[in-house]
């Protein structure tokens, strides 16, 4: 028997979405859940503690990473990645594609497979469908990803071919799977074309996997554009598997999704935000380091029950930040890391008590979003930064290894 089962709870009567969870051997994960991403399998300047005590039931770790550095085998001879960081609760390991296909210049692909060089000492390896399976295997995280090819938005010919190769390579994950205790996701794919995302997850069905991610989007296209998109693919996935947003989003992205039918969501955000300076509260994000918060006795946000803002000054945590202290990075992380967790929390229990559509109009009403252009400037600004980081470097860099993670 599989030990993996969505149950669903509560259907929202006025917009697509629900609360259930989903059983895991280790644990079961509410849903709609937010998953924190551990990058090297550590979510950056947080312990697992500090994890459970945000309310975490799900982290996520990248295989492209961990596989360069110290190795999926070491990992199991380590015991696996639950030991290995000490998470004794569900984690979901990515399939590697997303940043293997970011490397631009540094990979070339074929029908069965990538090659690639490494972002850490130039190194060539190369990833099949089999190999990352065998990977994502060997790291044994209880939900694992197929290797899918993520393509430019903007480009129908190219969606559409990395779309197909992309379904076979689903089969081919499919095949190569040997565990019957780790969830194989499928990823849909197809860009911001209508009919090939809903090939795509049409085939991807007919595969009766445990669950399914829309993948390739929040790479570029607008809001408008990946509502869409998601309006078009969930109501084809089916309605006992999760349905799992890769790499979104923003606290408002968790309502526009969860609107839309979507269960799971993971993003660097908040984490990477809080690094530098960008602190998330019910009136949007706040640049903590700015000169108006360098006497604020109260906490970073007034009512929140996380643990820096029950202890600490908003004063004191951008003191640290300013002076670069790592405690300032752990405060503003854990804060951030909280605020998601606590919104999906709110989310998942106005669904149960009929007050979604409530809470969603009173959430996005106060909260102020960053407008299509400024995101895109910071995305920009994130792509500029991390592209000479993309050229072979030696080892012993230690900024490199967060740039690939930056992007997503
Ligand atoms: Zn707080």
Redesign the pocket.
Known sequence: MTPFAYTLLQRDPHTGARAGHFSTPHGEIPMPAFGPVGTQGAVKAMSPEELEEAGASLILANTYHLYLRPGAALIARLGGLHTFMNWPHPILTDSGGFQVFSLEGLREVDEDGVTFRSHIDGSEHRFTPESVVATQEQLGADVIMCFDECAAPDNRAYSEAAMERTHRWAVRCHEAQTRSDQALFGIVQGGIYPELRAKSARFLVELDLPGYAIGGLSVGESKAEMHAMLELVAPLLPEDKPRYLMGVGSPEDLFEGVSRGIDMFDCVLPTRLARNGGLLTRQGRINLRNAQYAEQAG???EG?D?Y??QHYSAGYVRHLLKAREIFGLRLASI?NV??MLRTMGEIRQSILDGTFAALREEFLSEYRIIPHAAREAERARYRSGTRSLKRPQVAGNGSLGGAIEDER
């Open positions: 906490p970073i946000e929140c996380c820096t803002c804060h909280r605020f």
